[in-house]
């Protein structure tokens, strides 16, 4: 900026005044003290409570709007949720389910389709078990046997 007044004839130019010369920081002697160390990392929860993993939350949203939120807190709590869409317009299920989607994938959890529009989100560290009976170890010849 000086340089420009200078150009400019605004400020007499600094060769022909001696610049006197400041110093920002004092020359202080620098004490040879202990240098601070770096504290160990810790790692952070992404939720704010205390997840609550024996209680399982059944949803029951009707409009995407208003209902969404209240599963994105819920979820971000730590709790594992299931959300049953049979209420909802096909467009909002749509919508919801791309935002859960979306939901687990920021939090790192799963989602799991359970039914028919019933899906099951659930947190990091929480571990799912499925039932792996055959189908076909159900089936026998007569189907009579299975409902007596």
Request: no cysteine.
């Amino acid at each position: 900026m000086r340089k420009t007044l200078e150009y400019l004839g605004f400020v007499a130019s600094s060769s022909q005044f001696p610049r006197e010369r400041t110093s920002v920081r004092p020359d202080v002697p620098r004490a040879s003290g202990p240098r601070p160390v770096a504290a160990p990392v810790r790692s952070m929860s992404r939720s704010r409570h205390e997840p609550s993993y024996s209680v399982i939350h059944t949803m029951r949203p009707r409009r995407y709007a208003s209902d969404a939120s209240g599963i994105a807190e819920t979820f971000a709590d730590g709790s594992p949720i299931i959300v049953d869409l049979s209420m909802m317009q096909e467009a909002d299920v749509r919508r919801l389910i791309d935002f859960m989607s979306g939901l687990v994938k920021g939090l790192d959890g799963t989602i799991r389709r359970v039914a028919v529009k019933v899906f099951m989100l659930t947190p990091a560290g929480i571990e799912q078990f499925d039932d792996e009976l055959d189908q076909n170890s159900l089936q026998t010849s007569d189907d009579e046997e299975l409902l007596a």
